[in-house]
C-alpha cells in the first residue's frame, strides 16, 4: 500500500515535472496568470492539447465584443482542431466592461506601446519560450471586435505571426480615438465611413512599429455584405490597407473568383500575401471555416 502511494505520487511527480512550472492541464482550458509583463489586465487563457507537437504551432484566438475567452473557447473550432494538428490556442480575455477590446488608444496601436495588444503579444512570446514552440507557425485570428484586434495585432507585432485571418472586422486603426481614449467605440469606422487610400491606410500600419522592415503576416479578411453593425464598407478599407502595405495594386487584383470558398462567397486575391472574402448576404460575424483556416495556417 505505501509503495503504490509512493509510486502513484511519483508518477504524477513525474507528469508534472514534464510541463515543468506550467501548471497547464493538457486537454483543458487553463488560466495563466503569470507570464511577465501585462501592462494591461486582459487575461491569459491557454488550451495545450493532449496531442501536442514536438514543436507546436501557436494560434491566438481572439473574442467578439460582450465575450470572454471561455465564450471563444467553446465558439470556435479552435481547440478541437488544436487537438487533430497538436498546436496551441491561446483565448485572451478582455479586461474592458462590454469586454470589447482596445484598438483605440494610442497604446493598444502602437509596438510596445503598453495597450491590451502589448499583453497579447507577451502571452505569445511566453507560450513560444516555455512550449518551445515553433516561431514560424505563430497565427491570430478573431472575430468582430477580436477581428479589428488581429489587425492591430497584425500591424504592431509583424514580427510575431506569419499569417492573420480576419472575422469580420475594420482595418488596423480605423477604430483610433482621436482623444485617446482606450477601448473607445468609433461610428464613424463602424458605419463605414472612414475612407482613405491604400498609401494613407498603410502608413497607418507602418506607423505602428516605425522603422519596422521584417517580413509580415499574409492576410486573409472575410466580411459579410450583410453586416450593419460594422458596415461592409470596412471589408474595402481593410482589403486597401493591406494591399497597401504589401505594395499590391487595390485596384487591379490578381484574381476574383466567385463562389469560392461557397455559394455567396466571393475570394479576391490582391497578391500572394493579401485575400479578402466577401460574403453575400452573411451579417456581423462571418462564420468561422475551422477547416479553411487551417490550410491558410499551414496545417492541413
Ligand atoms: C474615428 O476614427 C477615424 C478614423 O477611422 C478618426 O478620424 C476619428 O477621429 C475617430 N473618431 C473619434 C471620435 O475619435
Avoid at 275 to 292: L, S
Amino acid at each position: 500500500m505505501r509503495l503504490l502511494t509512493l509510486l502513484t505520487s511519483y508518477l504524477s511527480f513525474a507528469a508534472a515535472a514534464t510541463i515543468g512550472k506550467r501548471a497547464v492541464t493538457p486537454g483543458a482550458l487553463t488560466q495563466v496568470t503569470s507570464f511577465g509583463k501585462q501592462p494591461t489586465a486582459a487575461a491569459f487563457y491557454i488550451y495545450v492539447p493532449k496531442k501536442l507537437a514536438a514543436t507546436p504551432g501557436v494560434i491566438v484566438a481572439i473574442h467578439f465584443c460582450t465575450g470572454t475567452a471561455q465564450a471563444y473557447y467553446s465558439g470556435s473550432p479552435y481547440h478541437t482542431l488544436a487537438e487533430q494538428y497538436g498546436f496551441i490556442v491561446i483565448y485572451p480575455s478582455s479586461p474592458h466592461s462590454g469586454t470589447c477590446w482596445d484598438v483605440s488608444s494610442k497604446q493598444t496601436l502602437s509596438h510596445e506601446g503598453g495597450g491590451d495588444s502589448n499583453t497579447i503579444a507577451n502571452m505569445v512570446k511566453w507560450t513560444i519560450t516555455e512550449y518551445k514552440a515553433d516561431a514560424s507557425k505563430v497565427f491570430v485570428t478573431g472575430s468582430s471586435s477580436g477581428a479589428m484586434m488581429t489587425n492591430v495585432m497584425a500591424a504592431t507585432y509583424p514580427d510575431l505571426f506569419k499569417a492573420a485571418i480576419v472575422y469580420s472586422g475594420v482595418g488596423a486603426g480605423c477604430f483610433v480615438s482621436s482623444s485617446g481614449a482606450i477601448d473607445a467605440w468609433n461610428s464613424t469606422c463602424a458605419n463605414g465611413q472612414s475612407s482613405a487610400t491604400p498609401a494613407a491606410w498603410a502608413k497607418v500600419v507602418t506607423n505602428m512599429y516605425p522603422g519596422y522592415s521584417g517580413s509580415r503576416p499574409k492576410m486573409q479578411v472575410y466580411h459579410g455584405s450583410a453586416d450593419t453593425t460594422l458596415r461592409p464598407q470596412n471589408y474595402a478599407e481593410t482589403m486597401k490597407q493591406w494591399a497597401g502595405v504589401f505594395g499590391y495594386n487595390y485596384n487591379k487584383p490578381e484574381s476574383t473568383k466567385a463562389s469560392d470558398p461557397q455559394s455567396g462567397y466571393t475570394r479576391t486575391v490582391y497578391g500572394p500575401s493579401v485575400q479578402g472574402i466577401y460574403a453575400q448576404g452573411v451579417g456581423h460575424t462571418v462564420p468561422i471555416r475551422g477547416a479553411d483556416d487551417m490550410k491558410f495556417f499551414g496545417f492541413a
